[in-house]
Nanobody
Framework: QVKLVESGGGLVQAGGSLNLSCAASRTIRSINALGWFRQTPGKQRELVAALTLAGTVEYADCVKGRFTISRDNVKNTLYLQMNNLKPEDTAVYFC?????????????????WGQGTQVTVSS
């Protein structure tokens, strides 16, 4: 098991930036897929961005060109740099990890989840 703890959320004006971090309680070198999901009240959790150890990267269409996901296997940390934020990006953002792959993580749910961090973008 691994514990994931997100940080970096907050309140920002539209057009601003935030950098989310997700610290793992143990090495993430054995976790193939890591990703960020987000959820708003009444809606299903959706994938924002994910990457694998092999370098496969996926982004939701609505964040392409604005968000960048990265991982530091030395610091055991996952990041999400969010630029040009929009009010519709407002959500609770969750860090997730899966030993299999991105498809499995999205289709069946991740093996590991963080507790979430609130991101609020004001207009």
């Amino acid at each position: 098991q691994v514990k994931l703890v997100e940080s970096g959320g907050g309140l920002v004006q539209a057009g601003g930036s935030l950098n989310l971090s997700c610290a793992a309680s143990r090495t993430i070198r054995s976790i193939n897929a890591l990703g960020w999901f987000r959820q708003t009240p009444g809606k299903q959790r959706e994938l924002v961005a994910a990457l694998t150890l092999a370098g496969t990267v996926e982004y939701a269409d609505c964040v392409k060109g604005r968000f960048t996901i990265s991982r530091d296997n030395v610091k055991n940390t996952l990041y999400l740099q969010m630029n040009n934020l929009k009010p519709e990006d407002t959500a609770v953002y969750f860090c997730a990890g899966d030993d299999a792959n991105i498809v499995t993580m999205v289709r069946y749910g991740a093996d590991y989840w963080g507790q979430g961090t609130q991101v609020t973008v004001s207009s």
